[in-house]
Structure formats: structure tokens, C-alpha cells
């Protein structure tokens, strides 16, 4: 079971077309809600004008003042309205103002045109720089969303003593996560029993939190709030918050219309208006000894959080624990700092927060390799972490961590010394095209960061069915990462019956626990964990009420599961998340066990630039990686190269150009992700070190690829092109001949 | 301008009439007024390639396809591509390979495939590459697809 590659459960109806996402569930009489929203970055919202010639009484509208329970968005910090209300203050440009719904959906459409707010405009931060000069200051007392100090040593008095002191700055532009199903929304909000009842199914990556949401907004208790998790089309973090908000509109005009309402964004509402990956600026300086030992490190690592919090300090705390990289260094420092901005808030996206650090400290690597020049595989060779040695929050590692071998598995792989001498060759001949071939190593912290777990305390379990087959109950949700299928395999696994007779139960918080957020690359490891313990003791269970005799066939189990239930009605066990002995962490002094354990990997990537086009063309690719066990090579594979594809586009081509606050590029037509024709078949390696905490030894898998691609191939570019300014991803056509030309130009 | 026309249209083999609004997109008419929700909308403007169905025998997106121009048409969407309970080639490669992870992009991308194999029956990587570049898929990196579409036209070609 662990270790085989079974079918994707629900992949049938997949192929079939006949898998029931959000938009595809029909609900008679359902309205089509639609939202309006500021088209300034800040301001005060004096009136809002309804125009002429829309019949507005048949209209179900809503405004802040409506709002039954409390206008604020339940999140990491409870900042962010709903809706702003007359008189309040609008603070970016896709602030969402009135909600209204007509069964008629180009009605609806024409409705919300004529629309007009009046907004007393004020003046916007629109960067980080203005963010940080207080130009003007917009939130709190200093615009910070999150601050974070990590500290190791004293890197101060090293300064004056190194060999070489070395320092950059980079910066890594906002992604769209583009899903390729928008953001959606439907819901009933009813009486039953004598009580209101708010439903909302969806495309959402974590029930509990919308639950959680939906809960604050009416002020209403648990059991009158329900949520169903619908076939998600691709979420990568997309649907991790931004639910809360959507979520709560559709649940609003429900219940004002006492009809179902369906809110589907089309694809430019979505891009303006939904969160995105951060953009950051890092600010690094190292010193190195004469022999190229890493002695010391500083990092200033800024992510723009937009107007409200949002999941910026705990982006903010991934991306400064991952600041330092995989290296061993006595003295380290890093200051993060997540500001506002009057842009609409970015989110989770896969990676959080690690992709923006990592891209900076790779980088780098190889620009101080140049500098003291060294070899970039010899100098991080020389400064990788082994056992033994601590991490700038003072975790020591524990596991038999190898990362030399990984990166010459890698290079290896792609013939990085072949290509590289045949290169140094061929380059300077006559030619447009010139060609390099770059790498990157790194890690991904498994599960939340510090004492995450302990907070949220997953709960799931398994359940025995009539039938005699065996349901997972979990609040996780599958987005395409094969959620279904790994738990079903580790459940299995646990009971030593076939995958078949295990399935996972729907996703609806009236029946599954809260098992947490589906984030984090955190389900196979933590929540399978559980399962694993949960399908133990459902079997204990089964034998100590003498249905069930070991040794058992699976003939022999589902015929004892099958009478325990028709003699007990429910069965089902459950297991919770227990802090495993000798993990600490302090929340205030960041230091301590940040994660349970680190995935490790080598990426490399071999370049072609065309010097006519400044178009790049990723020619092959390699990703290596120590993942733990893996618990399904074939779905593993997929989310590596799907991870990897990702990372090329927020290195290459995705970038989110703004206007006053506002996202231009809002289409897939000039939003560029790759397809088919871009992307070279990426090698996978699987180096299986199995990890005490995870079911059957696996760890986290799913953010890991995006972290190194971006890195790998700006470090391809340098080899091809030589020493440039490439301290910024995407490099685009544009950005990399502007570089080319700093050079040419001097 | 009449505020409804009648459309005839053969759908999966099965001859359907509506009666839709004037500017309706023939996406629309699958997926609201047949209920054939298996066609995806990606982007509404010809993009994702996740609205993808085949029109008289060619590949259109069905989301830039005004419902008139479906008059009398034949159209195969996801929902015909199976025989009864036995998946098509193309199907069970995709279900094999994991050519489909959050399967947003699935039916469109079955659909292309299908005409590709269809037009070109051993086709290279490249060729692949190249017949579905109109369709986004955002989680697989495409690799996965690749093999699906090499082992539908193997068992189609050994038939």
C-alpha cells in the first residue's frame, strides 16, 4: 500500500467529466450574486449611487450595515471588513463595498456597472520602500504587519575580521496562483428546526477556517454552520484564506435573499482581486574566511502584505526561518518584516514565504562564489549543514542529512561539468543563442512552523461502513495533490487490507473533524500520522469487542466491520495530533525546533537564451530531492513536476504588473503560466530517508518543488550570459535585456 | 431581435432543441441548458482550453462560440467520449498515468487529445506539445499528459 502507486481515487470521474466541482452543482432558483468594489487604492467612502434604468427592487443587495454578526474576516489577526461601510475607510483598490444578486446573470452584470461609488480619495502606499518611510502611514503605528528577529551568535564584531564581506539585495515580484478553476462560492441560508442554518459549499482548500469565518460573521454557534468541500480545480494556497471572504459574501446574500446564491468569479475578478504570492526584497551580507567558510550572515527580508494581515506573519515567519538556507554559519541575524501596502492583501501560495528567502540566499551563493572565486559547488559543499550542526534558530539536526550527495546526484544528473566546459566554449562564438546550465539547493520546513500543530490539534479518523469498507474522516481536501488516495493507502496500509476497500468520506464539517488546514505541505505527515494511529486503534477495537480474530483476510475484516455496525450502529475512532517528546519551540524568541523536519533537494536547470528575443528556454531540468518515504511514486512525481513548473513561470515569465494599486494584467492572455510547449520533461529523483514522525515514514512533499526552480535557473543565466544584475525574478525578456544593457552600457 | 431562438444541435449522439437568449456561448448551452457540467469554464476568452469540445470534428473553445453558430451541429464533449461504463483510450491513459490531478483542465485537454490522435496517429513529444498547447493545465507540468496521450495512440494504433 505505502510505496505503491495506486490509482488516484477519484480520478474515474475525473476523466469521465462527471466530478461535481462548485459551479457544476445545481441548485433551482439559485441567484447570481456579484460584487462591487472601490476602484481606488484609499479613501473614504462618502455614498453609494445607485443608477437609472436597473430595475433595483428586484434586486437582493448588501451593504456593511446589513452584516448580522461581526465585519471582520477571522484570521490571523481580525483586520480585514467584509464590506466597508459608508464613512469607513477603503484601503485598496478591489475593496469589496455592495453584494448583489438578480436571477437574471447579465442583469446582474448590468447592475453592477451602474453602480457608482463616491470615495473621498487619500494617499496610497503603493511599495515597500513608501511602506517603510511612513509615506504616509497607514496602519498601526508603523506599518508593520509583522515583525520577526532571529539571532545566533554576534555577526557584528566578524564583520571588520572576515577574509570577505559580501552583500546583495534581490527581489522576487507577486504570482497568481491560477488554478485553472476560479474561485467559487454557493450557499443556502435557511431555517431548520426553528434556527438559521448558513451553508456553503465550495472550491476551498480549509472547511474550518471558512466555518470559523462564517461563524463570526453571523454570530452564530458551531452547529448552525455548515461546509462542503466541492472537487476543487487547483488551489496552491489560492483557496487557503481568500475563501473566508467569498465564503462570507455568498453566505450574506443568501441569507438576505432567502434563496440559494451562487458566486462564481470570472477570471479577471479573480486575478484583480484574490491573493497572490508576496513580493519581497531581501537585503543579504555575508562573511566569508579566507578559505571560503561562511562565518557569518545578516538577512533584511521585507514582503509586501498588502492592506491587511491576512497570513503575512506566518508567510513572514516560514520565509525568515528559510533565510538562511541549508548553510552552517556560527552568527546569524535576520530581520523580517511583513509592511502594508494599499494593494489588495497576497495570501498563501505553495512554498509561503520560503521561495522569496531561498530565491536570495541561492543566488547569493553563486554570486559570492564569483566573488571569492570559488567553484559554487565547492563553496557550498564546504558551508552545507550536516548532523549535528544548528540551524540560526538553534535546531540542531538530527537526521543523517547528506546534502553534498544530493547535489551531486543532481549535477550529475544534468551533466553539470560536461555542459558547463562545452558551454565555456561554445558561448562566445558568433550566435544568438548562448547557453548555461545552473543549480540550487535548499529545503522546506514539513507541517506549520513552530508551535503551529499544538495549536490547532488535528483531530481525524476512520469509520466503519455497513458495507464492511472503512471511510477517512478528515476536514483535508484534495486540489489535485491526491489527498484521497495517499490516506486511503496509509489507512490501508495501517489495517493491512487492499486500497479498494478504503475511501474517503465527503469533506463537510457536519461529518468530518477538524483536521486542519490543507496547507503547509502538512496532510501526509501530520494527518496521516494520525490516521495511522486512528486505524490501529479502530482495529484494537474491533478485536477487544470480539468481532474481529487476528490473523485476519480482508474477506474476514470487512465481514467484522460490516456486524460491528449493524450490532453498534457508528463506529468510528478517532486519533489527535501529540507534540512528539523533545520538540520546542518559543514563539517570542524564535528559537527552537522550527519544523519536526526539513525535505531536502538539488534542482538544476540548463538554460538556452536567445539574445535576438531575450526569450529563455529551459532545456532540461533536474530535481532531486529527500522527501522522506514516499508514499505514492506516481502522484509524488506529479506534484514535483507540477511544483517545478510553477517555479520556472515565477522565474521566467509570471509577473503581475500594478497601476495605482490595481493589477493590468489581469487575463490569462497577458498573465503568461506555461504550457505544454514550455517546459522540458523534468527528471525526478527520490532519495528515500524515511523520518520517524511521518506514517510509514513520509514526510512533506508539496510546496518543496516551488522553492528551487526560480534559483537554478537565474543561476543558468549567469553561466550563460556571464556576471549581470540578475538579482530579480521574473526575469522576463524585458527585465534580462535591460540587464544586458546596464553591462553594454555601462 | 427576437429575445430567444430555437437551436437544434446533436449532442453525444443525442439530438437536443433549446431555446437560449440570442448572444448565449455554446458553453453555456452545454453546461446550463443540458446540464453537461463535465466542460469547464477556465477564463471566458479562449485561453485555458478548459471549455474545449469538438464541433463538427474540429476542436473549438466552446466559451468563444456564439450558440447560433451550433446550429444543426454535431458536438462531442467529455460526457461522450466513454462507451458506457469503458473508458476511451485516451481515458484510461489519463487515469493511469495521473494525467489528471485536480482535473479542472481534463476534459478539454481528452478532447484535444482526442483530435490529435485522431489527425496524427504516432505522434512525437513535440507533436504532443504542440496539439495541446491551447490547454492550461496548472498542476502536472504536462509531463504526465505527455505519457497518457503516447500509451492512447499504442493501444489505439495495436486495434
Given at each position: 500500500m505505502i510505496g505503491a502507486s495506486s490509482i488516484r481515487k477519484e480520478g474515474r470521474a475525473k476523466v469521465l467529466g462527471t466530478a461535481i466541482y462548485t459551479d457544476d452543482k445545481f441548485m433551482s432558483g439559485a441567484l447570481h450574486g456579484l460584487t462591487v468594489r472601490s476602484e481606488v487604492p484609499r479613501g473614504i467612502l462618502r455614498a453609494?449611487?445607485?443608477?437609472?434604468?436597473?430595475?433595483?427592487?428586484?434586486?437582493?443587495?448588501?451593504?456593511?450595515?446589513?452584516?448580522?454578526?461581526?465585519?471582520?474576516?477571522?484570521?490571523?489577526?481580525?483586520?480585514?471588513?467584509?464590506?466597508?461601510?459608508?464613512?469607513?475607510?477603503?484601503?485598496?483598490?478591489?475593496?469589496?463595498?455592495?453584494?448583489?444578486?438578480?436571477?437574471?446573470?447579465?442583469?446582474?452584470?448590468?447592475?453592477?456597472?451602474?453602480?457608482?461609488?463616491?470615495?473621498?480619495?487619500?494617499?496610497?502606499?503603493?511599495?515597500?520602500?513608501s511602506s517603510l518611510d511612513l509615506q504616509p502611514l497607514i496602519y498601526g503605528t508603523s506599518n508593520l504587519l509583522k515583525e520577526i528577529r532571529i539571532a545566533k551568535g554576534d555577526p557584528d564584531p566578524i564583520w571588520a575580521q572576515a577574509a570577505h564581506v559580501i552583500e546583495g539585495e534581490y527581489r522576487?515580484?507577486?504570482?497568481?496562483?491560477?488554478?485553472?478553476?476560479?474561485?467559487?462560492?454557493?450557499?443556502?441560508?435557511?431555517?431548520?428546526?426553528?434556527?438559521?442554518?448558513?451553508?456553503?459549499?465550495?472550491?476551498?482548500q480549509c472547511p474550518y477556517y471558512v466555518h470559523g469565518a462564517l461563524k463570526q460573521l453571523f454570530g452564530l454557534p458551531e452547529k448552525q454552520v455548515r461546509v462542503v468541500a466541492m472537487e476543487m480545480g487547483g488551489a496552491f494556497g489560492g483557496k487557503e484564506d481568500y475563501p473566508s471572504v467569498n465564503g462570507g459574501h455568498a453566505a450574506l446574500l443568501a441569507w438576505k435573499s432567502g434563496k440559494p446564491v451562487r458566486l462564481i468569479y470570472d477570471r479577471e475578478e479573480d486575478l484583480a482581486c484574490t491573493t497572490k504570492r508576496h513580493p519581497s526584497r531581501t537585503r543579504l551580507r555575508t562573511a566569508f574566511d579566507a578559505d571560503g567558510n561562511l562565518l557569518a550572515l545578516e538577512a533584511d527580508f521585507i514582503l509586501d502584505g498588502g492592506a491587511y494581515a491576512t497570513l503575512s506573519p506566518v508567510v513572514l515567519s516560514r520565509g525568515a526561518v528559510h533565510a538562511a538556507g541549508v548553510y552552517r554559519c556560527p552568527h546569524v541575524r535576520i530581520h523580517a518584516r511583513a509592511v502594508a501596502t494599499n494593494t489588495p492583501p497576497p495570501g498563501a501560495f505553495r512554498g509561503f514565504g520560503a521561495p522569496q528567502s531561498l530565491f536570495a540566499m541561492e543566488r547569493h551563493m553563486d554570486r559570492c562564489a564569483r566573488k571569492l572565486g570559488l567553484d559554487a559547488v565547492e563553496l557550498r559543499r564546504k558551508n552545507f549543514l550536516r548532523m549535528g550542526d544548528t540551524m540560526a534558530t538553534g535546531q540542531v539536526i538530527r537526521e543523517d542529512l547528506d546534502l553534498a550527495g544530493l547535489m551531486d546526484r543532481a549535477l550529475t544528473a544534468i551533466g553539470y561539468r560536461d555542459k558547463r566546459a562545452a558551454f565555456a566554449l561554445t558561448n562566445p562564438e558568433d550566435g544568438p543563442i548562448k547557453r548555461g546550465v545552473g543549480f540550487s539547493v535548499f529545503m522546506h520546513g514539513c507541517g506549520f512552523t513552530g508551535n503551529g500543530e499544538s495549536h490547532v490539534a488535528s483531530v481525524a479518523g476512520v469509520e466503519g461502513l455497513a458495507d464492511g469498507t472503512v471511510a477517512v474522516l478528515a476536514a483535508s481536501t484534495e486540489m489535485g495533490q491526491g489527498k484521497n488516495t495517499v490516506f486511503a493507502q496509509i489507512v490501508a496500509e495501517a489495517l493491512q487490507l487492499p486500497v479498494e476497500l478504503v475511501d474517503t468520506a465527503p469533506v463537510d464539517t457536519d461529518r468530518v473533524p477538524n483536521s486542519g488546514p490543507t496547507v503547509a505541505s502538512r496532510s501526509t505527515m501530520m494527518v496521516g500520522r494520525i490516521l495511522e494511529d486512528a486505524a490501529i486503534g479502530f482495529k484494537q477495537a474491533l478485536v477487544q469487542q470480539g468481532f474481529l480474530a487476528e490473523p485476519y483476510t480482508p474477506e474476514t475484516f470487512q465481514a467484522a466491520v460490516a456486524k460491528a455496525v449493524a450490532a453498534l450502529g457508528s463506529l468510528r475512532c478517532y486519533g489527535q495530533y501529540h507534540r512528539p517528546p523533545g520538540l520546542q519551540w518559543n514563539d517570542v524568541t524564535y528559537q527552537g525546533d522550527a519544523y519536526p523536519t526539513y525535505s531536502w533537494a538539488c534542482y538544476a536547470a540548463e538554460v538556452a537564451v536567445d539574445l535576438d528575443t531575450y526569450e529563455v528556454k529551459v532545456a532540461d531540468f533536474v530535481a532531486v530531492q529527500e522527501v522522506g518515504r514516499v508514499v505514492n511514486p506516481t502522484l509524488a512525481a506529479g506534484q514535483i513536476e507540477g511544483g517545478v513548473a510553477q517555479g520556472i513561470g515565477w522565474g521566467l515569465w509570471e509577473e503581475v504588473t500594478m497601476q495605482r494599486g490595481r493589477m493590468v494584467n489581469n487575463q490569462m492572455t497577458n498573465y503568461i503560466i506555461p504550457t505544454a510547449m514550455d517546459l522540458p520533461r523534468i527528471q525526478v529523483v527520490f532519495l528515500e530517508n524515511a523520518h520517524a514522525g511521518g506514517p510509514g515514514g513520509a514526510k512533506g512533499i508539496g510546496e518543496l518543488p516551488m522553492d528551487g526552480p526560480a534559483p537554478a535557473v537565474v543561476n543558468a543565466l549567469e553561466n550563460a550570459l556571464g556576471a549581470l544584475r540578475l538579482d530579480e525574478v521574473p526575469m522576463t525578456p524585458d527585465r534580462l535585456l535591460e540587464r544586458c544593457e546596464e553591462v553594454t552600457h555601462g | 431581435m427576437a429575445d430567444r431562438i430555437d437551436l437544434n444541435l446533436t449532442v453525444n449522439g443525442a439530438d437536443h432543441r433549446v431555446s437560449v437568449h440570442p448572444f448565449t456561448r455554446l458553453l453555456d448551452v452545454l453546461r446550463e441548458d443540458l446540464r453537461l457540467t463535465g466542460t469547464k469554464e477556465g477564463c471566458g476568452e479562449g485561453e485555458c482550453g478548459a471549455c474545449t469540445v469538438l464541433l463538427n470534428g474540429q476542436v473549438v473553445n466552446s466559451c468563444l462560440v456564439p450558440a447560433v453558430q451550433a446550429q444543426g451541429a454535431v458536438v462531442v464533449t467529455v460526457e461522450g467520449l466513454a462507451d458506457g461504463e469503458r473508458l476511451s483510450s485516451l481515458q484510461a491513459a489519463f487515469l493511469a498515468h495521473n494525467g489528471a490531478q485536480c482535473g479542472f483542465c481534463t476534459p478539454g485537454m481528452l478532447l484535444s487529445a482526442t483530435d490529435l490522435i485522431h489527425r496524427c496517429p504516432n505522434p512525437s513529444d513535440d507533436q504532443i506539445r504542440d496539439g495541446l498547447a491551447g490547454n492550461l493545465c496548472r498542476c502536472t507540468g504536462y509531463a504526465k499528459i505527455l505519457d497518457a496521450v503516447h500509451t492512447a495512440a499504442e493501444r489505439e494504433a495495436a486495434r
Open positions: 453609494i449611487h445607485f443608477g437609472e434604468g436597473i430595475p433595483w427592487e428586484e434586486f437582493t443587495l448588501v451593504t456593511a450595515a446589513d452584516i448580522p454578526g461581526t465585519n471582520l474576516v477571522a484570521s490571523v489577526v481580525d483586520d480585514q471588513p467584509f464590506l466597508v461601510g459608508i464613512g469607513e475607510e477603503i484601503t485598496h483598490s478591489q475593496q469589496a463595498v455592495l453584494l448583489l444578486a438578480h436571477a437574471d446573470r447579465h442583469l446582474a452584470e448590468k447592475a453592477r456597472r451602474a453602480v457608482r461609488l463616491e470615495i473621498e480619495e487619500l494617499p496610497a502606499v503603493l511599495d515597500i520602500q522576487t515580484g507577486a504570482q497568481e496562483q491560477m488554478y485553472i478553476e476560479p474561485n467559487a462560492m454557493l450557499s443556502v441560508v435557511e431555517p431548520k428546526d426553528g434556527l438559521l442554518q448558513v451553508t456553503v459549499w465550495g472550491s476551498l | -
